[in-house]
């Protein structure tokens, strides 16, 4: 090899160096967009509500009540502690607990099977959530057999009873001073029936329901009874005990709704009637979760529950969430109408689609259909308030671009007479973010001051992180039309590579990467040759076609 190829091969490698850097740069911000997975996520659809729909509730869901320990939540066929209101299952032999779907017109509730014969029994504790010196405890009660013992008593822990109620012999008994004791002038107890049942309990000279120290006072299915002494004169209640009898042929007891005065959230006699049933689905594992009805402070639950029934009116309720990170979900608001008058139903025309809800999936069309009491001689919609389109019927509409939107219907019959829908309120969330607001490549002199800012556009929000080559230098969430800014490091001569990577809320991603390049302030402010990429890459070229010439000159 000559001397003069050897300073041209130097010189293709010294070119091919910084293509090779430039490269890696490029290659490296397009790998850091997979670690967004690692960033902390917000809500993307995690929680999903089911019911109450969207629609016009003249009446309460049937078989649903609200309480402080319902099973709406709990899955068909738990047993034993698995159930939420079971803190310990002392059931021995045969006996067992269970839940069951439904007993007469009760969904959901708690099954304790007997077993059947001498030393099988099934029982149960719930531990009260603090000591309660008084207080109400109202629940619901059924039994396949009256006749033997059915009973539901408030103590303290393992040794002391203060009062309670059982079905024994077709009758109720109260627990009181010397024991078990049947109530004058109370209901036959019939097989197969619900009861509802209260117990008001006072061990202070509170007066609590006008009650004396250490009396209990019943109602059952609402008709008072007492007030009678406990069996035990002690100062504080800690756990229900529910139990059947330990010999007798096997048969089940029901339990539903069992409610507690001391529930910050509960109101004595709201288990008395059905309500609506709050049902969502939620795909991640939540800490805490809790419901807003119509905007108001959010209510604890422990999942599916049933809310007592709204008044007359338009109402709307979403469910939040958050876990053990502390990010926060929450649902779309589902909006509903109750109205229990009971009068003939007014014209209506209800939307069906597009739901209450944001819509993610790509699509090209939306489906806008409806229903309606009324012979309408025409129909249109008017999207986001702009003039009305005439349809004939269920259609589909041109997919609105990203944002909130609204839509209403509107007709009229052959009279004239005009009628409306109600607003519906949806949102379309279908493309990624769209950063802006910063140029490609940017030229820094050495220990200058420079911010660097982008603007994100989503309607959703959601996360992003700040790459600085390969480390993350900031991370956080995002709203519509944030800017995000960070400060460049300019301490050292040479390269840096900043790149942003923002994810919404339906794990959409996009990033805008900018090459800084850090120079000494002797340098002129003009970009060296060489450092534009593509520029970069035309001088390699016409250097390798140099070369090429040289060599095949050389051989001549």
């Known amino acids: 090899m000559t001397k003069r190829s050897s300073q041209n091969l130097g010189i293709l490698l010294v070119v091919l160096m910084c293509l090779g850097y430039f490269t ?22 995690e929680i999903i509500v089911i019911t109450p729909e969207n629609k016009i509730y003249s009446e309460p869901m049937s078989g649903y009540y609200p309480a402080t320990y319902g099973f709406e939540n709990e899955v068909n066929g738990t047993g034993g502690t698995d159930i939420t209101f079971v803190d310990y299952d002392g059931s021995s032999g045969a006996g067992y607990l269970s839940i069951v779907p439904k007993i007469g017109n009760h969904e959901k509730v708690l099954k304790s099977n007997d077993g059947g014969g001498t ?5 149960l504790n719930n531990n ?14 059924n039994t396949e057999d009256a ?17 309670g109620v059982r079905f024994w012999e077709d009758q109720f ?3 009181t001073t010397g024991g078990w004791s049947f109530i004058s002038g109370a209901p036959t107890a019939l097989d197969n029936t619900w009861y509802h049942i209260r117990i008001d309990f006072e061990s202070t000279s509170g007066l609590y329901m006008g009650l004396a120290q250490y009396n209990s006072r019943l109602f059952i299915n609402g008709d008072e009874y007492g007030p009678y002494a406990f069996e035990s004169n002690v100062n504080d209640a800690t756990e229900a005990y529910i139990t059947t009898q330990s010999t007798s042929p096997d048969y089940n007891m029901y339990l539903d709704a069992v409610s507690y005065s001391w529930d910050d959230d509960y109101n004595i006699g709201d288990n008395l009637n059905e309500g609506l049933l709050l049902s969502y689905e939620n795909s991640t594992n939540l800490d805490w979760q809790g419901y807003s009805l119509d905007g108001q402070a959010n209510t604890t639950i422990l999942g599916n529950t049933t809310i007592p029934m709204p008044a007359d009116g338009p109402h709307s309720i979403q469910v939040f969430g958050n876990n053990s990170g502390g990010v926060m979900y929450e649902s779309d608001i589902r909006y509903f109408t109750v109205d229990t008058s009971g009068e003939p139903p007014s014209p209506y025309i209800n939307i069906i689609t597009p739901e209450n809800r944001t819509y993610t999936e790509p699509m090209s069309n939306l489906s806008l259909s409806f229903e309606s009491n009324i012979n309408l001689d025409w129909i249109g919609y008017s999207l986001d308030g702009q003039i009305n389109i005439t349809i004939s019927g269920n259609t589909t509409i041109p997919l609105p671009a990203d944002g909130h939107h609204i839509i209403q219907l509107f007709g009229n019959d052959s009279l004239g007479v005009n009628y409306e829908s109600n607003i519906r309120y949806f949102a379309i969330d279908i493309l990624a973010p769209i950063i802006s607001g910063i140029e490609f490549i940017i030229e820094l002199e050495l220990y200058s001051y420079y911010t660097m800012h982008w603007d994100i556009i989503d309607i959703s929000g959601g996360t992003y992180i700040i790459l600085k080559n390969s480390s993350i230098v900031s991370a956080g969430s995002f709203q519509n039309n944030d800017v995000i800014s960070i400060n460049v490091d300019t301490i050292k001569l040479g390269y840096l590579n900043y790149t942003l990577i ?8 996009s990033s805008h990467t900018v090459i800084v390049k850090i120079i000494s302030q002797e340098q002129p402010d003009s970009m060296i040759p060489g450092f534009n990429v593509l520029f970069l890459f035309t001088v390699a070229l016409i250097t390798i076609g140099i070369i090429i010439k040289f060599k095949f000159k050389n051989k001549k």
Do not use: H
């Not at 009260?128 to 009660?141: A, D, K, L, P």
């Not at 033997?148 to 203060?162: C, G, H, K, P, V």
């Not at 923002?502 to 991603?509: G, P, S």
């Open 24 to 45: 890696t740069i490029a290659f490296f911000s397009l790998d850091k967009s997979e670690k967004l997975l690692n960033i902390p996520r917000t809500s993307a659809n």
């Open 119 to 123: 030393g099988n029994f099934a029982n």
């Open 128 to 141: 009260f959530s603090s000591i309660q010196n008084n207080g109400t405890v109202e629940y619901w009660m």
């Open 147 to 163: 006749y033997y013992q059915n009973a539901f008593i408030i103590r303290r822990e393992t040794s002391n009873n203060l009062c």
């Open 173 to 175: 008994q109260v627990l």
């Open 502 to 509: 923002a994810q919404d809320l339906y794990n959409k991603t």
